[in-house]
């Protein structure tokens, strides 16, 4: 599951022209905040620096 919420997450930062509080929201976190974290403890890196990368 987590494989697959990141995999995605990867996706949308990387291809959507999203921003990361939208893209949150698509991937049913209940903030910002919280999808930072899950992301940051999965990969290492914030969303905005795998954005940035």
Partial sequence: ???YVILEA???LRFSGKN???IAYELNFTNQSSFGKYFK???GM???EF???
């Fill in 1 to 3: 599951m987590d494989e």
């Fill in 10 to 12: 990867k996706n949308l």
């Fill in 20 to 22: 990361i509080q939208q």
């Fill in 41 to 43: 403890h999965l990969t």
């Fill in 46 to 48: 914030s969303p905005s």
């Fill in 51 to 53: 954005q940035r990368s």
